[in-house]
């Protein structure tokens, strides 16, 4: 039978504030464990919590830039469980009034720009981390993270393929970093992803059991779990089974996901309206002044980049991929560099020495004056294309001008046409062979001509006058 | 008159004329402490070499120049109130060896005055009861009768001034537990407005119901502490940033024309006659000062008892939540986790305390939550609109504080329902979050303090003072202190 994959997601994003979700605490990464706590966000008695506004501004902004209806009046509530990394036995989240609801965003599917909903955005606290010594009969637990803010955006199940999904959340974390909400990295746990799956029988309207995928924290791990759940989902249907509506987690290291608890042992949370804190209440005023903090998003600095700098799609979709990459490129056409050429030393050159050092493009120790001065020196013909790439990676690791470099290794491009001429003689005073074959009719030999010339001038000789002048010097 | 039978105004009053230093106070303090404490049973902890070195410590200061306005003034705390580096049990076993690393604000706030901090009261179990028999430790007795109990949950509190162990005490309210045991001990306790007095460090039972207040002598004293202890704190968000008027300010003044609301659904079938009466007298009373008596109903008053044990105990439900095991506090510890979860709460709370947790994760469970939780929230609303309303025509509203005496201890620990009724008449005034003082207003033929309650506007913790000032000024029942033996009074 065929089927159709259905997808919704549940990401949750540590939000880049200074400061914790309801205390003073830092929120770096990396610290020592529990130096980063006081008596709030380790749950002591008779503590009480006080709302990191810059926090609710965050998840206000994401709402604004995923179109969704922001709620004038929310209200956080506590979620009950037991568990050591939860020090006051619940964690603050938000129920029945989150701060945003219906929203979406858009990607492209086939071609076609596609819109997955986005039933809500809410805010809560993180929990802290579980250390599971290995064969001790103990844990530890770290508390640094407990109460970091944490921003939790719900999807419509409106996903179809496990790319899709992939897509959207690359586009999702392209909007966050642009933001500046998140740093969007996975590896750390500052996003993550859970996912609901189900499939059905092709026209089926209604919706199959669903399963929760968690754990898979890489886009490649999300991908490879939900391909394999939707392969094991329409194997047992196929075989006559039923989907058990359950949790299962993604182990990547055998490759499965595995069940982790039903629904009958789903835990029943007890969610209420926290007494500690008072509903949060969003004037005009206040969103009028989030609003004005919101940056040109991707989507739209994409088209401005077609229609301004005439960029192909490709190009401008690449380029506003990342905020400060878009920044590198404009910075760069204010100079004067011309938009195509940049686009394409920076596709190519630029993001090849990145990635070979691993490095984002906000470490890159190339300025876009530099690159501006490398086309400039181009576009005069002082050098050639082919020795600029040279120019460029040493220009890249050292730091230094472009024309410097040309300068202390004499590589001037030769535009004198006496000495070009002279190189010319030579190589055809050396290989008479193959001038006979050439004026034989064996056109193709020219580009040996060129090869032979450009290697007696180490490169250095303009390539166009070399052209003109070989065509002149064997045609007599 | 002994020292220690002074009055916060008139300790201040002679300490600033020199007549007395901070270090003879704290001292008569401790030899009455001594003297009947093993009677009484307040104190879960006593802190009295702090409070001698910080008595001495208010000399030198007092002789620098340096101002407070509690200076070298003894002061009891409730034991749910942290207080940084001592002890802070909640009278819990799970608590029995927290020290907090901060200090509430309340406390700091007294601190900031120059208090000296005499120990920390005994209560019910994390504030949880009306008779202090919760106490994980031991009961405390009530200084009029010691085969009775001093009411609770501050308890102790309310022993300790009564008897004398203190100048004044702080307490905390979540149902009527500053006013309840302050009426049953024969001494003054205020139930400030919700968001008056910050709550942070006061460890959490009911969080939309719990309030600081203070238990005093009489109701001037009770002005003074109000003083200090209110006002907006950035670290309790339902604190309110209303600005804090002088309370001292309005005693003394007349109360002609004050109409004073009489709810008739306080005055019900099978409430003791004793009571009842001295209640009726204490009205006549205000009449005569000029005040007008005016019946007023709040309709809701029936549902106030059932509606506050589903909002308490949800609350607390959740609040408890964080004695586990892991972090601080008592464990017992097990074969796994879940094993050291339920061997530490079992272990570690008392049976009240598990039976509201019970209740509570009962009323928030999936499938129960609208019948019971949101439901109690919809008539918490409508009790609210009862006060709106019957404020729109009087000022005060007077009832009993409490509907009996002071009862005998174990009387009603096997009927928790008879021990909830303790509260009828306090429980309302929580939920709505209005303001409310218990006042002695007479004695029943066992010689057992009664209380009138005098409830306020939201905010107007002035009108109900100066009111509780007339009266009080009018008759002598503050000035009566209890002998410490059965039956009789010093006079």
């Given amino acids: 039978m065929q089927y159709e994959i259905v997808i919704g997601l549940e990401i949750h994003a540590q939000l880049l504030t200074e400061t914790k979700m309801f205390c003073g605490c830092s929120t770096k990464f990396g610290a020592e464990p529990n130096t980063q706590t006081c008596p709030v966000c380790i749950g002591m008695p008779g503590v009480l919590p006080v709302i990191n506004k810059k926090a609710v501004e965050y998840v206000i902004k994401t709402g604004l830039a995923t179109k969704c209806k922001i709620s004038p009046y929310s209200r956080f509530a506590r979620k009950n469980y037991f568990y050591p990394d939860l020090p006051k036995g619940y964690q603050i989240s938000q129920y029945e009034l989150p701060l945003c609801k219906d929203g979406y965003a858009e990607i492209i599917v086939d071609g076609i720009s596609k819109r997955v909903g986005i039933t809500r955005i809410h805010l809560e606290e993180d929990a802290g981390k579980n250390i599971h010594a290995e064969e001790e009969n103990y844990s530890l637990v770290d508390l640094n993270r407990a109460g970091v803010p944490l921003?939790?955006?719900?999807?419509?199940?409106?996903?179809?393929?496990?790319?899709?999904?992939?897509?959207?959340?690359?586009?999702?974390?392209?909007?966050?970093?642009?933001?500046?909400?998140?740093?969007?990295?996975?590896?750390?746990?500052?996003?993550?992803?859970?996912?609901?799956?189900?499939?059905?029988?092709?026209?089926?309207?209604?919706?199959?059991?669903?399963?929760?995928?968690?754990?898979?924290?890489?886009?490649?791990?999300?991908e490879k779990a939900l391909e394999y759940e939707i392969k094991r989902q329409i194997k047992v249907l196929d075989g006559g089974g039923e989907i058990i509506q359950e949790t299962r987690l993604w182990d990547s290291v055998r490759g499965i996901?595995?069940?982790?608890?039903?629904?009958?042992?789903?835990?029943?949370?007890?969610?209420?309206?926290?007494?500690?804190?008072?509903?949060?209440?969003?004037?005009?005023?206040?969103?009028?002044?989030?609003?004005?903090?919101?940056?040109?998003?991707?989507?739209?600095?994409?088209?401005?980049?077609?229609?301004?700098?005439?960029?192909?799609?490709?190009?401008?979709?690449?380029l506003t991929s990342e905020k400060p990459l878009a920044e590198w490129f404009e910075e760069g056409v204010r100079l004067g560099g011309e938009p195509?050429?940049?686009?394409?030393?920076?596709?190519?050159?630029?993001?090849?020495?990145?990635?070979?050092?691993?490095?984002?493009?906000?470490?890159?120790?190339?300025?876009?004056?530099?690159?501006?001065?490398?086309?400039?020196?181009?576009?005069?013909?002082?050098?050639?294309?082919?020795?600029a790439k040279t120019v460029f990676e040493e220009m890249y690791r050292s730091g230094k001008e472009p024309e410097g470099i040309v300068r202390e290794r004499g590589l001037v491009q030769i535009s004198d046409e006496a000495e070009i001429e002279a190189a010319i003689e030579e190589v055809l005073k050396k290989n008479p062979e193959e001038v006979e074959r050439f004026r034989a009719g064996e056109d193709k030999l020219m580009g040996f001509f060129v090869g032979q010339v450009m290697k007696a001038t180490k490169g250095k000789a303009n390539p166009k006058i070399v052209n003109e002048l070989l065509r002149k010097k064997l045609s007599e | 008159?002994?020292?220690?039978?002074?009055?916060?105004?008139?300790?201040?009053?002679?300490?600033?004329?020199?007549?007395?230093?901070?270090?003879?106070?704290?001292?008569?303090?401790?030899?009455?402490?001594?003297?009947?404490?093993?009677?009484?049973?307040?104190?879960?902890?006593?802190?009295?070499?702090?409070?001698?070195?910080?008595?001495?410590?208010?000399e030198v200061n007092i002789k620098k120049g340096i101002k407070g306005r509690l200076q070298g003034i003894p002061i009891a705390i409730k034991d749910n109130i942290c207080?940084?580096?001592?002890?802070?049990?909640?009278?819990?076993?799970?608590?029995?060896?927290?020290?907090?690393?901060?200090?509430?604000?309340?406390?700091?706030?007294?601190?900031?005055?120059?208090?000296?901090?005499?120990?920390?009261?005994?209560?019910?179990?994390?504030?949880?009861?009306?008779s202090t028999e919760n106490s994980a430790f031991f009961p405390t007795k009530n200084p009029w009768n010691l085969e009775r109990i001093p009411g609770g949950s501050s308890g102790g509190s309310a022993a300790a001034v009564a008897a004398g162990e203190c100048i004044a005490a702080l307490g905390s309210d979540t149902g009527g537990s500053i006013r309840q045991p302050a009426a049953l001990c024969g001494v003054v306790g205020l139930k400030p407005t919700y968001g008056r007095i910050s709550r942070y460090g006061l460890v959490a039972f009911a969080s939309s119901l719990d309030q600081i207040g203070p238990i005093t002598k009489d109701v001037r004293d009770s002005a003074i502490l109000l003083n200090i202890i209110c006002g907006y704190d950035p670290y309790d968000s339902t604190?309110?940033?209303?600005?804090?008027?002088?309370?001292?300010?309005?005693l003394g003044q007349d109360i002609k024309g004050i109409r004073l609301g009489v709810p008739k659904e306080y005055f019900i079938e099978g409430m003791d006659k004793?009571?009842?009466?001295?209640?009726?007298?204490?009205?006549?009373?205000?009449?005569?000062?000029?005040?007008?008596?005016?019946?007023?109903?709040?309709?809701?008053?029936?549902?106030?008892?059932?509606?506050?044990?589903?909002?308490?105990?949800?609350?607390?439900?959740?609040?408890?939540?964080?004695?586990?095991?892991?972090?601080?506090?008592?464990?017992?510890?097990?074969?796994?986790?879940?094993?050291?979860?339920?061997?530490?709460?079992?272990?570690g709370f008392g049976a009240e305390v598990k039976r509201r947790i019970i209740l509570g994760t009962y009323a928030l469970s999936s499938g129960y939550y609208e019948a019971y939780y949101r439901k109690a929230q919809q008539v918490r609303t409508l009790i609210k609109q009862d006060f709106e309303k019957a404020f729109k025509t009087v000022d005060v509203i007077v009832t009993p504080t409490s509907p009996t005496a002071a009862f005998k201890l174990g009387e009603k620990t096997e009927d928790p329902l008879q021990m909830y009724l303790s509260d009828i008449f306090t429980i309302s005034v929580n939920l709505a979050g209005v303001p409310g003082i218990s006042i002695p207003c007479g004695f029943t033929s066992k010689n057992l303090p009664i209380g009138l309650q005098i409830i306020g506007k939201r905010f107007d913790e002035e009108t109900i003072l100066k009111v509780a000032y007339a009266y009080e000024q009018s008759t002598k029942w503050h000035k009566r202190r209890p002998s410490l033996k059965e039956g009789k009074s010093r006079k």
């Fill in chain 1, 257 to 318: 996901t595995e069940s982790m608890r039903s629904k009958e042992e789903a835990h029943d949370y007890r969610y209420f309206p926290d007494p500690d804190l008072l509903p949060i209440e969003v004037d005009n005023v206040w969103l009028e002044g989030i609003k004005a903090q919101i940056p040109e998003l991707p989507e739209v600095k994409r088209e401005r980049f077609v229609r301004e700098y005439h960029l192909p799609e490709y190009d401008a979709d690449l």
């Fill in chain 2, 239 to 250: 604190s309110v940033q209303i600005p804090v008027p002088d309370f001292t300010s309005v």
């Fill in chain 2, 274 to 347: 004793e009571v009842e009466q001295a209640i009726r007298n204490a009205i006549k009373g205000l009449e005569s000062l000029g005040a007008i008596p005016i019946e007023v109903s709040l309709p809701h008053t029936g549902f106030a008892v059932a509606t506050y044990y589903i909002l308490a105990t949800s609350e607390a439900s959740s609040n408890l939540a964080r004695y586990d095991g892991v972090k601080y506090g008592f464990r017992i510890d097990g074969k796994d986790l879940m094993d050291m979860y339920m061997k530490t709460r079992a272990g």
């Fill in chain 2, 83 to 130: 207080t940084e580096g001592i002890r802070t049990t909640c009278s819990s076993k799970i608590l029995e060896n927290f020290i907090p690393p901060y200090e509430s604000t309340a406390t700091k706030r007294l601190k900031t005055e120059g208090y000296i901090l005499i120990g920390k009261t005994n209560m019910d179990e994390f504030a949880m009861g009306s």
């Fill in chain 1, 151 to 222: 921003m939790e955006i719900v999807t419509e199940p409106d996903i179809r393929s496990p790319q899709e999904a992939i897509k959207f959340i690359k586009k999702l974390r392209t909007i966050l970093r642009y933001l500046d909400v998140c740093d969007g990295n996975m590896e750390e746990g500052s996003l993550r992803c859970d996912a609901n799956v189900s499939v059905r029988p092709h026209g089926q309207r209604e919706f199959g059991v669903k399963t929760e995928i968690k754990n898979a924290n890489s886009f490649k791990f999300l």
């Fill in chain 1, 340 to 387: 195509k050429a940049l686009s394409n030393w920076i596709m190519g050159e630029l993001m090849r020495l990145l990635n070979e050092e691993n490095k984002s493009i906000e470490e890159c120790p190339l300025k876009p004056q530099q690159l501006v001065d490398l086309l400039e020196l181009i576009n005069k013909g002082i050098i050639s294309g082919k020795i």
């Fill in chain 2, 1 to 58: 008159m002994e020292l220690y039978d002074l009055t916060l105004s008139k300790a201040q009053l002679s300490i600033t004329k020199g007549e007395i230093s901070p270090v003879e106070l704290t001292d008569a303090i401790f030899k009455r402490i001594e003297a009947v404490e093993e009677k009484i049973k307040a104190y879960v902890t006593l802190t009295k070499d702090s409070a001698t070195t910080q008595a001495h410590l208010t």
